[in-house]
């Protein structure tokens, strides 16, 4: 098993619609999670982080966590084109100071 | 706002060459990261420090060697340039409370 796993896609939404983006992890001593936004050609940028079981909201942008289950994942309420990237789940080794990453979400947002 | 830079955008290189990637970050983290990524590959860690003078090997590191001399510089070196080395090449750093990982602009590499 990977030690992080996400759909690969693509993933398309129409705008308005609710976009929905899952990620699992093998690490059950993982603490804390986030997201990552990388645009064609560039390069990824954090949009959200998230440590506690539940939601957490930042705007559009819901994150879930679930850490008996060991899935986190993204919601992006009224989709935008601007949206279209590729979502990367990352996951902090515990006994390291470095991140897995997931392999990403290809998301399309379709006017 | 942290800031990471990267020495290019775009690089050129011959097979056989030494190829040299600088980033430099302004926010005093002690970690610094280098990957690269490749289509259907996602991010792929090739080597970090958590410190200067001090480095980990990630998961690919054969062919390449690192260099922190300064806190805020971490160096990527190709020591003899090949084709399956054409990539984009990520820097990234962090602080060690709390894993946020930030970018720099990356370098796309061609070795021809």
């Known amino acids: 098993q990977k030690e992080v796993e996400q759909n690969s896609g693509p993933l398309s939404v129409p705008e308005g619609a609710i976009a929905s983006l899952n990620c699992t992890y093998s690490?059950?001593?993982?603490?804390?999670f986030f997201w990552y936004r990388q645009y064609s050609g560039k390069s990824p940028e954090l949009i959200m982080f998230?440590?506690?079981?539940g939601d957490k909201e930042d705007g559009r942008f819901t994150a879930q966590l679930n850490k008996a289950s060991q899935y986190v994942s993204l919601l992006i309420r009224d989709s935008q084109p601007s949206d279209s990237a590729t979502y990367l789940c990352?996951?902090?080794?515990?006994?390291?100071?470095?991140?897995?990453f997931g392999p990403g979400t290809s998301l399309s947002v379709i006017p | 706002d942290v800031k990471v830079t990267q020495s290019s955008r775009y690089l050129v290189k011959r097979t056989g060459e030494k190829v040299f990637l600088e980033c430099v970050q302004d926010?005093?983290?002690?970690?610094m990261f280098w990957y690269r990524q490749d289509p259907g590959l996602g991010l792929r860690l090739i080597y970090f420090?958590?410190?200067?003078?001090?480095?980990e090997k990630g998961d690919i590191p054969e062919g390449y060697s690192v260099s922190r001399e300064k806190k805020e510089r971490f160096s990527l070196i190709l020591e003899s340039a090949s084709t399956n080395q054409t990539s984009m090449y990520l820097c990234?750093?962090?602080?060690?409370?709390?894993?946020?990982?930030?970018f720099g602009p990356g370098t796309r590499l061609t070795v021809t």
């Open positions: 420090s958590y410190d200067v003078k001090m480095k």
């Open positions: 998230i440590y506690s079981n």
């Open positions: 990352a996951v902090p080794k515990t006994s390291y100071d470095k991140v897995i």
């Open positions: 690490d059950r001593g993982s603490q804390s």
């Open positions: 926010m005093d983290h002690e970690n």
């Open positions: 990234a750093s962090s602080s060690p409370d709390t894993y946020e990982q930030y």
